[in-house]
């Protein structure tokens, strides 16, 4: 099972309507459970890995273009990967495998019932369970 958090979902199915009818490739990361915040937070056990966080596409970048490869954040920071298909089916292609898991969302951009899935590195979809929780706020020293 993978877990998302709707505040996420809704950010990425955004991105990829913004970048409509260019695709957007992003890192995405992980929070344990037991950090989360809000109706769902306890609904998960708190070792679990929740995805809550992306981190901001480069569309100016060529190489992230070509190869949906984010070179400016360290691997070991991105458990995830974001890549949106404006034109093709609700599958991992063989430019988006790189990552653990592969989210994956189509048009129409506002439905993540029917546009919006996780999938194994190996392209196989992933049971998806997208939870009404957030990570604790963190503020940045000034």
């Known amino acids: 099972m993978v877990y998302i958090t709707r505040a996420l979902v809704d950010v990425l199915l955004d991105l990829a309507s913004d970048a409509d009818p260019d ?3 992003t890192g995405t990361s992980v929070t344990p459970a037991r950090e989360l915040e809000g109706p769902e937070a306890d609904a998960v056990a708190p070792e ?28 070991r920071q991105a458990q995830g990967q974001f890549v949106s298909h404006p ?11 790189l990552a653990e898991v592969i989210f994956v969302a189509v048009p129409p951009w506002t439905d993540a019932d029917d546009s919006f ?12 369970e997208i939870i ?10 000034a």
């Open 87 to 97: 034109l093709r089916e609700l599958e991992v292609t063989r430019r988006d495998d």
């Open 117 to 128: 899935a996780a999938f194994d590195r190996a392209g196989d979809r992933q049971p998806l």
């Open 23 to 25: 695709r957007v490739t």
């Open 48 to 75: 679990t890995p929740v995805f809550t966080d992306f981190f901001l596409p480069d569309p100016g970048n060529a190489v992230n273009a070509v190869f949906g490869v984010d070179l400016s954040t360290p691997a």
């Open 132 to 141: 009404d929780a957030q990570p604790p706020e963190q503020s940045f020293p």
